[in-house]
């Protein structure tokens, strides 16, 4: 399924600043190069090897959602605006027989918070309802991205639903679902820098890119494919940019905040989140 651009809906902009953002104003505005995709990954759930058998009712559930065109319908409702869901946990720990999903929750649209610091978003919804399928209680412990894989691996949550991308080295550690979402990485750059105007293809931003020295600094999000894109990764298949410096945050929305407060020259972030966190700095 091929991402879709639509606005976002000013309320989910807000939730965003808040809760991701300790403030939206004070720096210069960003701008998005959304229309140069600089990769193109796939999204699936993250499960542990020894559970074959949720792997095979999630991978049912995906199916039937695929077809009736419900997943389509519901992905589409972040993306325009319309998305009503929000999720609480129900208990301050996980309960025995809890639905417990592993994710980072400052990836809007995918997993966020919102100004009553419960749980939104693509996955969440989606976790909501495979637990619903499933008659148990949904769960959602939020953590640091890259502990993500591991706390699935070791069985401490069963499912890992994060906006993660599949790799081989991830699929030695743990099984993956049917993919549900194609996504890509994009640079954003400061309103202002016109270093990438004239660019209309990833190979042209890369050659940019290559011709810069190490204090030019790309934020990105710890873990997740636009750090492995910038720094390099053998599983991934990226060379990365050894010439210039990549810097990690534990967040995209972090990042975003250093690039518009001139700390950095740019960030390489998932296309759909670039989009909604951009927005809530430059308000």
């Known amino acids: 399924m091929k991402k879709k651009i639509f ?32 990769t193109e990954e796939e999204y699936a759930f993250a ?4 559970n074959d058998s949720l792997l095979t009712s999630v991978n049912e559930y995906l199916a039937e959602w695929k077809a009736d065109g419900s997943l389509d319908t519901l992905i589409n409702s972040y993306f325009d605006g319309t998305a ?22 400052y990836f809007p649209p995918f997993e966020s918070y919102n100004d009553n610091s419960d749980f939104e978003g693509v996955d969440i919804e989606i976790a909501y309802n495979i637990a619903q399928k499933l008659n ?15 706390d699935v691996q070791s069985g401490n949550s069963a499912i890992g639903m994060a906006g993660m991308t599949v ?14 979402y194609t996504s890509a990485q994009v640079i954003t750059v400061l309103e202002s820098d016109a270093t990438f105007d004239n660019c209309t293809t990833a190979e ?3 050659e940019i890119l290559k011709a810069q020295s190490k204090s ?6 710890a873990g997740t494919t636009g750090f492995m894109y ?10 990365g940019f050894t010439n210039l410096t990549t810097k990690a945050y534990s967040t995209g929305a972090l990042a975003m905040m250093d690039l518009a407060n001139g700390k950095i020259n740019a960030v390489i972030l998932d296309k759909q989140p670039s989009i909604l966190i951009a927005s809530s700095v430059n308000k």
């Not at 769960?139 to 993500?148: H, L, R, W």
């Not at 790799?167 to 549900?180: H, I, L, M, P, S």
């Open 7 to 38: 606005a976002i809906a000013a309320a989910t902009l807000a939730t965003t600043c808040a809760v991701v953002l300790t403030a939206c104003s004070g720096g210069a505005p960003v701008k998005v190069l959304k229309d140069i995709e600089l």
């Open 47 to 50: 499960i542990s090897k020894n």
């Open 84 to 105: 009503t869901f929000s999720y609480a946990n129900k208990t301050s720990s996980p309960q025995e027989g809890d639905f417990v999903i592993a994710t980072n929750a």
């Open 136 to 150: 148990k209680t949904l769960y959602v412990k939020d953590m640091e991205f890259d502990a993500i894989i591991s």
């Open 167 to 180: 790799n081989e080295d991830r699929k030695k550690q743990v099984d993956f679902a049917t993919g549900y």
């Open 204 to 206: 042209e931003v890369e």
């Open 216 to 221: 030019y600094s790309i934020g990105t999000q």
């Open 230 to 239: 910038s720094n390099g990764d053998e599983d991934f298949g990226y060379d």
